[in-house]
C-alpha cells in the first residue's frame, strides 16, 4: 500500500508499527468534523487564489461524497492509512483523482488535527450543558414538591440539625449551576481555530485564517502557530470539568445509593432504574447509581493521563500527542451516559416523607435551637451549648428525645427555660428559624428555587 508520505521511504512500515501508530480505529470519531474543516479550508483556498476555482469544486464535490460514505457507514477505513485524515484524503483522491492532492496545500495534519478536536468537543460542551440543565429541572421539581419535607441533615454522616429535603436537593442545582458555568467559560478556548498554523510555523501561501474561522464559526483564530498545534489545553480544561460534574454527581450517588437502603429507607428508586440479583429474589438495587459512582474513576484517571502526557512535551506537535484521544472520547461517552439517565431517575425516584419526618423526631437534631433559646435568654453560648450537652446525655440516660423533657426536667439545667421552649423544639420551627439568605427556611428555599428557575430561563 502506498502511503500518502511515502515519497521518503525505500522500505514498507512494519505491520507492528503501522498498527502500533495507527490512530484511525478511534480518531474516526472527528470524521464529519474532519470534512467540515477541509470544506472551509478549500474554500479559502479559492476564495484566495490559491486553487482555481474549479478545483475547489470538485474537491468539494469529492468531500460530499466521502461524507455521505461516512454518513451512511460505507467507507472503508484502513489502518495503513493511519489516521482519519488521511483516510479521507485518501478516499478522496481515489473518487476524484490526483486534483484530490491539492486539498492538503497550505495545510498540516498538526493544525487539521487540533482543528477537528476544536470542531468536535465545540459541539459536545454545547450538549452537556444542555444535559446539566435538564438534571437540574428533574432536582427542581423534587425540591418543589418536597417544600414541607423534613429530614436530618448530617454532618460527619451524624445527624446534625434539621433542614428542608428541598433545600438538600437545591445544594446540587447550585453544583451543576457551576458545572454549567465552567462549560460555557471554556467554550471561548474551544471556539478558537488552530488551522492555518502549517506544521508549526505558519504557511508561505497567503491564506486567510480569519475567513476560514468565519466559516467554521469560530470565534478566534489562534495567535501563535507553535501554540496553535501545540495546545491541548482545552482537552484538560475539558476532563477537568467532566472530572469535576462527574464528581458531583458521584456524590449525589452516594446518597441515593444510602437513602434506598433498608437502613434509611428514604427514597425508593423506581424500577426502571433499578437491577435485580440472580440469587438473592428480594434484590433490588440501585446500579446506575453505584455505575456512575465507579465511572467518575475512569474520568479522573484521563484527566491525570493528558496532563502527564503533555508535561515536558518539547513545542510543537510531538506524536505523543495523538494520545489525547481516547481519554477524550472516553470521557465524552462516560459523560453523555450519565447524564443522559439521571434526570429520569432523579425525577422518578419517590421519597418517602413520613421515614425522613420520623427520623426528624427521633434524633437530637434540635439540640442546637435550645442552646440558641438560652442564648436569646442572655446566657452566653458557650455556657448554653454546655447546658444543653448536659440536657442531651441525661436525655439519652433516660431513653428520651428533647421533646420528651418536662418543664421540671428541663429546668433543673436552667431557670431560664419556660413552656415557649416545646414551640422553639418543633422540626418546622427548627427548620424556619434558619431564615438566612441562603438557608433552609421555607421562605429562604422557595426563593433560592424562584433564582434557579429564573437562571434556566436566561441561559
Ligand atoms: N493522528 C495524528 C494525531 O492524532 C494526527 C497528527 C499527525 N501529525 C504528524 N505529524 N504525525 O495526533
Redesign the pocket.
Known amino acids: 500500500m502506498s502511503k500518502l508520505w511515502g515519497g521518503r521511504f525505500t522500505k514498507q512500515t512494519d505491520q507492528l508499527v503501522e498498527q502500533y501508530t495507527a ?1 484511525i480505529t478511534f ?1 474516526k470519531a472527528m470524521a464529519e468534523e474532519d470534512i467540515q474543516g477541509s470544506l472551509a479550508h478549500v474554500t479559502m483556498l479559492g476564495k484566495c487564489g490559491i486553487l482555481p476555482q474549479d478545483d475547489v469544486e470538485t474537491i468539494k464535490e469529492g468531500l460530499h461524497q466521502v461524507m455521505n460514505r461516512i454518513q451512511s457507514g460505507d467507507m472503508n477505513y484502513s489502518v495503513s492509512d ?4 488521511m483516510n479521507i484524503e485518501k478516499t478522496l483522491i481515489d473518487l476524484i483523482g490526483p486534483v484530490g492532492g491539492k486539498l492538503h496545500t497550505g495545510r ?3 493544525d ?2 487540533a482543528t477537528d478536536m476544536h470542531l468536535y468537543l465545540r459541539k459536545r460542551v454545547v450538549t452537556f450543558a444542555g444535559l446539566l440543565v435538564q438534571l437540574q429541572e428533574a432536582l427542581l421539581k423534587q425540591a418543589k414538591a418536597n417544600l414541607d419535607t423534613i429530614v436530618p441533615g448530617y454532618t460527619h454522616l451524624q445527624r446534625a440539625q434539621p433542614i428542608l429535603f428541598a433545600h438538600h436537593l437545591m445544594a446540587y442545582v447550585s453544583m451543576f449551576e457551576r458545572d454549567i458555568e465552567r462549560l460555557t467559560d471554556s467554550y471561548k478556548r474551544i471556539n478558537t481555530l488552530p488551522l492555518g498554523a502549517g ?1 508549526l510555523a505558519g504557511t508561505t501561501f497567503a491564506i486567510d485564517r480569519h475567513f476560514v474561522a468565519e466559516e467554521l464559526g469560530f470565534e478566534r483564530v489562534y495567535e501563535n502557530s507553535l501554540d496553535a498545534v501545540s495546545d491541548r489545553d482545552f482537552i484538560v480544561e475539558f476532563l477537568s470539568n467532566a472530572s469535576l460534574i462527574m464528581m458531583h454527581l458521584s456524590r449525589l450517588c452516594e446518597e441515593l445509593v444510602l437513602w434506598s437502603s433498608t437502613e434509611f429507607q428514604f427514597i425508593e428508586l423506581d424500577d426502571a432504574f433499578c437491577t435485580g440479583s440472580s440469587i438473592m429474589p428480594q434484590k433490588k438495587n440501585p446500579d446506575v447509581a453505584e455505575l456512575v459512582r465507579g465511572k467518575t474513576g475512569r474520568v479522573y484517571g484521563h484527566l491525570v493521563g493528558m496532563l502527564t502526557v503533555l508535561k515536558a512535551l518539547p513545542l510543537a ?1 510531538n ?1 505523543d ?2 494520545e ?2 481516547e481519554g477524550m472520547l472516553d470521557t465524552v461517552e462516560t459523560l453523555d451516559g450519565a447524564l443522559r439517565l439521571f434526570a429520569p431517575m432523579v425525577e422518578t425516584m419517590k421519597v418517602n416523607r413520613d421515614r425522613m419526618r420520623q427520623a426528624v423526631r427521633q434524633d437530637f437534631s434540635n439540640a442546637t435551637d435550645i442552646a440558641d433559646f438560652l442564648v436569646n435568654k442572655g446566657m452566653p453560648f458557650r455556657q448554653a451549648h454546655e447546658v444543653i450537652g448536659k440536657t442531651v446525655l441525661y436525655c439519652i440516660e433516660q431513653n428520651k428525645y428533647l421533646l420528651d423533657l418536662s418543664l421540671d426536667e428541663f429546668q433543673q439545667f436552667s431557670p431560664l427555660f419556660d413552656e415557649v421552649i416545646y414551640e422553639v423544639l418543633q422540626p418546622e420551627n427548627v427548620v424556619n428559624a434558619r431564615n438566612v439568605f441562603g438557608g433552609t427556611a421555607s421562605v429562604q428555599v422557595e426563593a433560592a428555587i424562584r433564582r434557579a428557575e429564573q437562571a434556566i430561563v436566561q441561559s
Open positions: 490512530s480518531d493511519e489516521d482519519i485524515h498540516s495534519r498538526n487539521q488535527v506544521a506537535y506524536k500527542m495523538q489525547d484521544k
